[in-house]
Each structure stands twice: as C-alpha cells, then as structure tokens.
C-alpha cells in the first residue's frame, strides 16, 4: 500500500524514477479499485464512480508510467508508444518488468540502490 500511496502523492511529478515495485503495486492495486468500483457501480445503478475514479488517477498513472521508463533509461515519451495495439502493449511490458538502471542516468539517482544505501 506504501507504493501505491508514494504514487498517488507523486501525483504530477514526471521526473525522477519510479522502481518497479513502486509502478506496478501503483498499477495493479489501481486495477482492482476500478474492478471494485465497477461491481459496486452496477450493483448500486451508481456508474459514474468508476468514472471519476479514474479521471482522478489518470495523471498520477501517467506520472508513474513516466517515471518507470525514467529508471530503465527511456524518455517518458516512450509511454505513447503503448498505445500501439499489441506490439506498443507488448513493449510497453517489456519496458516496465526490466530492472532499473543501477547507476545513476540522465533522470537521477537509482531509487533502489539509494533505498539499499541509507
């Protein structure tokens, strides 16, 4: 839960780096919301939750998204590219399960090394 609120109060910041437990708890607790939201929705004839759901972490997704290309040494442009039907997808995995860089890269410090560090 630590990972996915660090995300939420992250919710504009593009720079920096994102590590991977740091996306993809982000990621897949934002996915089970939206599943809850839906049944709560349907179930209560109430369908706009799911909506504002997630037009409010449509720009904390993208920012974390962001950042996690960040740490594999990619632009953050490179999250448009996901919007390719299954080769875009497809990359779009690859790009985000890959390791971080160790060192540091032209978007900062690893945040898992510097995490390790302290």
């Given amino acids: 839960m630590h990972w996915y609120v660090d995300a ?4 504009a910041v ?3 780096r994102a590590r991977r437990a740091e996306y993809w708890t982000f ?3 934002n996915a089970l919301v939206m599943l809850l939201l839906v049944a709560a929705g349907r179930a209560a004839h109430f369908g706009y939750l799911y909506d504002l759901y997630a037009l409010a972490t449509l720009l904390p997704s993208v920012a974390v998204g962001v950042r996690r290309l960040h740490d594999t040494g990619r632009s953050g442009w490179w999250l448009l590219f996901g919007a390719i039907p299954v080769v875009g997808s497809l990359a779009m995995l690859l790009f985000t399960t890959t390791e971080g860089e160790p060192r540091d890269n032209r978007y900062g410090a690893s945040p898992k090394y510097v995490a390790q560090h302290l």
């Fill in 8 to 11: 939420l109060t992250k919710y």
């Fill in 27 to 29: 990621s897949l607790v």
């Fill in 14 to 16: 593009f720079g920096g």
